[in-house]
Antibody, heavy 112, light 112 residues
Framework: VQVVQSGAEVKKPGASVKVSCKLSGYTLTELSMHWVRHTPAKGFEWMGGLDREDGEIIYAQKFQGRFVMTEDTSTDTAYMELSSLTSEDTALYYC??????WGLGTLVTVSS | DIVMTQSPLSLPVTPGEPASISCRSSQSLVQSNGDNYLDWFLQKPGQSPQLLIYAGSNRTSGVPDRISGSGSGTDFTLKISRVEAGDVGVYYCMQALQTPFTFGPGTKLEIQ
């Protein structure tokens, strides 16, 4: 499976960001997508994941209410949207299907 | 949340010598099926993380047998029997038993 993520983003505090993750080699419906971010201060943080077996999306409580995972199975593309951004959301965001294959990451910078 | 710790955080190794990394979890990672929900990742310089070991001791495809994972419950170890230059990077353990999945802080292996 190969994963291609969307390009870097620069956002102002309070804004939202949407990152895409396109799969090839497998269809989205064969995998459970997870999103993980990395910051120098906190290391890797798991943000949420889809349990393909029961269709449930589980979000880390830390991001509840401002983090949404969606997918378009017609294009095998997964999306994550994070809202109410602060400088602490400046990070490299990864999609990780089945927690096995990591994308190259999408750098999101939050700055006024 | 399950807290993951690793030691050492920095590991200088001479090529050809063995290396060992410890990972401890604040709760047992044994599932009711007997599997340990502990994975090891390696992030090489300039690259995304790659899965090395899953379920505590199972190597993924392409991982040489000089790299092994062991342990159960709350104590796990990653061992490299003979370190090579290509092994440099940061090694992370991650628990996938309970959401939010959590990562260790990483162990930086470098060649001395």
């Amino acid at each position: 499976v190969q994963v291609v993520q969307s390009g870097a983003e620069v956002k102002k505090p309070g804004a939202s960001v949407k990152v895409s993750c396109k799969l090839s080699g497998y269809t989205l419906t064969e995998l459970s997508m997870h999103w993980v971010r990395h910051t120098p201060a906190k290391g890797f943080e798991w943000m949420g994941g889809l349990d393909r077996e029961d269709g449930e999306i589980i979000y880390a409580q830390k991001f509840q209410g401002r983090f949404v995972m969606t997918e378009d199975t017609s294009t095998d593309t997964a999306y994550m949207e994070l809202s109410s951004l602060t400088s602490e959301d400046t990070a490299l965001y990864y999609c990780v299907p089945d927690l096995i294959v990591w994308g190259l990451g999408t750098l999101v910078t939050v700055s006024s | 949340d399950i807290v993951m710790t690793q030691s050492p955080l920095s590991l200088p190794v001479t090529p050809g010598e063995p290396a060992s990394i410890s990972c401890r979890s604040s709760q047992s990672l044994v599932q009711s099926n007997g599997d340990n929900y502990l994975d090891w990742f390696l992030q090489k310089p300039g690259q995304s993380p790659q899965l090395l070991i899953y379920a505590g001791s199972n190597r993924t495809s392409g991982v040489p047998d000089r790299i092994s994972g062991s342990g159960s419950g709350t104590d796990f170890t990653l061992k490299i029997s003979r370190v090579e230059a290509g092994d440099v990077g940061v090694y992370y353990c991650m628990q996938a038993l309970q959401t939010p999945f959590t990562f260790g802080p990483g162990t930086k292996l470098e060649i001395q």
